[in-house]
């Protein structure tokens, strides 16, 4: 590659980077998806810094939201990343689903369960956030979604003791 094509193909990267931001910013969101942070406590800084481990390159935590258990914020509380602030698309899936990330809000619950069951106050945080989200972009029921349910992610996030025959019957009442 010579030195001008070289140039014109690095200048292009925050253009294309940049249509990808403003298409977000004008479409609705079309997905909400589920994880859990797999660690027994957490935050929004302990979180942003984990994924920064990760990938250096990132400014943002992956997720747009956060729901608290009781140990690093309290129990049901939702805290929101810079991610939503900016309305940013997510990090939360592979790059074999970044649709899913462009156009999906991914809502984190603090905890592992593989391990553990949700509390009551932290599961009313979340299915209080899933319906508001749902209802303010109108997002179908068949649109929430969990991660490791979605086709070709290879996790078992949010894990086994997750609730989700209920919240998925909470969800279709809504």
Known sequence: ????SRRLFLL???????GVYFWNKRKKWKYIVVHHSAGSSGNLKFLKNVHKERFPYSKYMAYHFLIGNGKGMKEGEIAYGKRWKNQIWGAHVSYRNKFKNYSG????????FEK?????????????????????YKIDSN????????????????????PYERLIKDIKKS
Do not use: D, W
Request: proline residues 3%; glycine residues 12%.
């Open 1 to 4: 590659m010579n030195r001008i």
């Open 12 to 18: 292009s990267i925050p253009a294309a980077l940049g």
């Open 105 to 112: 809000i991914g809502i984190c619950m603090i905890g592992n």
């Open 116 to 136: 553990y069951k949700m509390g009551e106050k932290q599961y009313q945080g979340m299915f209080s956030l899933i319906k508001y989200l749902k209802i303010k």
């Open 143 to 162: 649109n929430v979604l969990f991660h490791g349910k979605i086709h070709k992610e290879q996790t078992l996030c949010p894990g086994k003791n997750f």
